[in-house]
């Protein structure tokens, strides 16, 4: 059964540090979402690609948060330093474009769960 | 007008009700639509497609009203296991998903 896998699941972290967080997609899927979730601003979308390309990261903070996609099976997100307001779950999915360029079902990850103390 | 708007809710209605949903976008250009659920502690995962004719999954129908940039989800017949947060998703002008906050159903016995 495919799936888009997220490691760490949980991670407790202290201000100041950096934080990795890795994701691999299902394979074939040739579109990348990373997103954060709280309880005060639900999903928000930080960066995505398509065909390992960054399209957009208009909501990640550029001083701290950088995304990444070395490879095909490889998506990162990482942090660093990392704050307290960082705290949220972190969820990566995967999708296959149309040929008309949107973006069909997205398959998510169960999640990181980041907690900067 | 915020890209996507949903009510909070919760919505708290007894087993076999009838309850709807309604979400608000901005991007008058978008052209697909989504309704996913999501649970307590999970990730969110795909309901239902929204499409212009609108469409029926059982006991669930989605529509959307493009004049009034407005999608719709309708739960018929409601069972305890339909609690969840639903999520509606619009796209972006870029093709990226924007997801509302979600509405919280709660359905009790």
């Known amino acids: 059964d495919a799936r888009v896998t997220q490691t760490p699941r949980d991670k407790v972290t202290e201000m100041g540090q950096e934080v990795t967080m890795r994701c691999q997609p299902i394979l074939g899927h040739n579109t990348v979402f990373w997103y954060r979730q709280t309880m005060m601003q639900g999903l928000e979308l930080l960066a995505y690609?398509?065909?390992?390309?960054?399209?957009?990261d208009s909501g990640m903070p550029k001083d701290r948060f950088s995304a990444e996609m070395p490879d095909a099976t490889l998506a990162t997100l990482k942090i660093q330093p990392s704050e307290p307001r960082d705290s949220a779950v972190y969820f990566c999915?995967?999708?296959?474009?149309?040929?008309?360029?949107?973006?069909?079902?997205?398959?998510f990850g169960e999640g990181s769960r980041l907690t900067v103390l | 007008r915020k890209e996507v708007e949903q009510d909070p809710g919760p919505f708290n209605v007894p087993e076999g009700a009838t309850v709807a949903f309604n979400c608000t976008y901005s991007n008058s250009a978008s052209q697909s639509f989504f309704w996913y659920r999501q649970d307590c502690r999970k990730e969110p995962k795909l309901l239902m497609s929204?499409?212009?004719s609108g469409n029926e999954d059982g006991r669930f129908t989605a529509q959307l009203n493009r004049a009034s940039q407005y999608i719709s989800l309708l739960i018929r017949d409601s069972k305890l296991s339909d609690s969840a947060t639903y999520l509606c998703v619009v796209p972006n002008s870029g093709y990226a998903l924007n997801f509302g906050k979600g509405t919280s159903l709660l359905v009790t016995p």
């Open positions: 690609f398509r065909n390992r390309a960054p399209l957009d």
């Open positions: 999915a995967s999708g296959l474009a149309t040929t008309s360029g949107s973006t069909g079902e997205l398959f």
């Open positions: 929204v499409y212009s």
